[in-house]
C-alpha cells in the first residue's frame, strides 16, 4: 500500500542535542512537506521541498534543516538552536500539480526532556 | 493574522443530529481547499478536497462546499455517529515562491454523544 512512513512515533531529546525525524513517501509525489502542531496553534509550515536537492523555507524555520537527496526521502533535523522543539512533527507530500490533495503522515512526538 | 479561521472551536452534539463545520479564509490566493480529520495523537486523514473549478464534494456522510467569492467553505456531517468524534481541520492550497503550500485552520473538536 502506498503512504507516508513517519519514524520514530517518539523521540525525548536532552538539551542541546541535535535529532533527525525520518519521512518516506511511495507515492511517487514531487512535493514533501514538514509542519509542526502545538496545541491552540494549528500546523506550521517548516520547510518544503518541490524537487530533490532543492528546498524551501516555511513560517518557522529557524532551528530546523532538511535535505532532499531522494525523491521519497525529506527527513528533518530539529537543531540545538531551536529553543523550543517539543511538539508534534508532521510530514506531508503530494503532487507538485496540487490538483490531488495532500497526504500525511502519522506525526513523530518530540519531548525534550 | 489567522488566514483561515474555524468555528466553531469546540461543539457537543448528540448522536444523529445533522451539523455543519465553517471555515472561512481570508487570502484570495487560495484555489482549492481540503478538510482533514486528526484523531487525539494521531496524523491527519485526508476528507474532502475541493479544487477551483468545484463548488461541493461528497463522500458518504460528508458534503463540502466552497463559495471563493466570499472565502467560505463548510463541511456537512449527516446522521453524526460517535465515532465522528475527532478535530476537523480546514485548510487552503495557495501557490507561491517555491510551489504549492497549505495553510491550516485551528480546527474544530467535534464530540458526538450516545
Known amino acids: 500500500d502506498g503512504g507516508i512512513t513517519q519514524s520514530p512515533k517518539y523521540l525525548f531529546r536532552k538539551e542541546g542535542q541535535n535529532v533527525t525525524l525520518s519521512c518516506e513517501q511511495n507515492?511517487?509525489?514531487?512535493?514533501m512537506y514538514w509542519y509542526r502542531q502545538d496545541p491552540g496553534q494549528g500546523l506550521r509550515l517548516i520547510y518544503y521541498?518541490?524537487?530533490?536537492?532543492?528546498?524551501q523555507k516555511g513560517d518557522i524555520a529557524e532551528g530546523y534543516s532538511v535535505s532532499r537527496e531522494k525523491k521519497e526521502s525529506f527527513p528533518l533535523t530539529v537543531t540545538s538552536a531551536q529553543k523550543n522543539p517539543t511538539a508534534f512533527y508532521l510530514c506531508a507530500s503530494m503532487f507538485d500539480t496540487g490538483g490531488y490533495g495532500y497526504t500525511f503522515g502519522s506525526g513523530t512526538r518530540l519531548t525534550v526532556v | 493574522k489567522q488566514e483561515v479561521t474555524q468555528i466553531p472551536a469546540a461543539l457537543s452534539v448528540p448522536e444523529g443530529e445533522n451539523l455543519v463545520l465553517n471555515c472561512s479564509f481570508t487570502?484570495?490566493?487560495?484555489?482549492?481547499l481540503q478538510w482533514f480529520r486528526q484523531d487525539p495523537g494521531k496524523g491527519l486523514t485526508s476528507l474532502l478536497l475541493?479544487?477551483?473549478?468545484?463548488r461541493e464534494q461528497t463522500s458518504g456522510r460528508l458534503n463540502a462546499s466552497l463559495d471563493k467569492s466570499s472565502g467560505r467553505s463548510t463541511l456537512y456531517i449527516a446522521a453524526s455517529q460517535p465515532g465522528d468524534s475527532a478535530t476537523y481541520l480546514c485548510?487552503?492550497?495557495?501557490?507561491?515562491?517555491?510551489?504549492?503550500?497549505?495553510?491550516f485552520g485551528t480546527g474544530t473538536q467535534l464530540k458526538v454523544e450516545l
Open positions: 475541493i479544487q477551483s473549478s468545484q
Open positions: 485548510a487552503g492550497v495557495k501557490s507561491g515562491g517555491g510551489g504549492n503550500k497549505l495553510t
Open positions: 521541498s518541490q524537487i530533490v536537492n532543492d528546498f
Open positions: 507515492l511517487n509525489h514531487d512535493a
Open positions: 487570502d484570495s490566493a487560495i484555489y482549492n
